[in-house]
């Protein structure tokens, strides 16, 4: 069973900077891509940013390029995403995801997090 834990979130102003980080169970960790998604209240779970399993390749969504980082130690099996400038409008759930490819896409994989909130104050 695949497990993924999310932490980090919480309430930060208006261009101040949060860390998510995400710790995966399993030893094949780098065989897998990962990404993180969000999801505001009544809105559709969004794409934000996903890494390949080597961290060699990225992707952002437009809305957060230049200002998020996407990260992994695959020693330790995390994740992380580094958050920064943040807006009002990056207030939501974020959620780690496994995909079962090693290859990144914007798409997610079957495996989810919990979630963590992540609150902007203007």
């Known amino acids: 069973q695949v497990q993924l834990v999310e932490s980090g979130g919480g309430l930060v102003q208006t261009g101040g900077s949060l860390r998510l980080s995400c710790a995966a169970s399993g030893r094949t960790f780098s065989s897998f891509a990962m990404g993180w998604f969000r999801q505001a209240p009544g809105k559709e779970r969004e794409f934000v940013a996903a890494?390949?399993?080597?961290?060699?390749?990225?992707k952002y969504a437009d809305s957060v390029k230049g200002r998020f980082t996407i990260s992994r130690d695959n020693a330790k099996s995390t994740v992380s995403l580094q958050m920064n400038s943040l807006k009002p409008e990056d207030t939501a759930v974020y959620y780690c995801?496994?995909?079962?490819?090693?290859?990144?896409?914007?798409?997610?994989?079957?495996?989810w997090g919990q979630g963590t909130q992540v609150t902007v104050s203007s």
């Open positions: 890494i390949s399993g080597s961290g060699s390749s990225t």
């Open positions: 995801n496994r995909r079962t490819t090693i290859i990144v896409y914007t798409t997610p994989g079957p495996y």
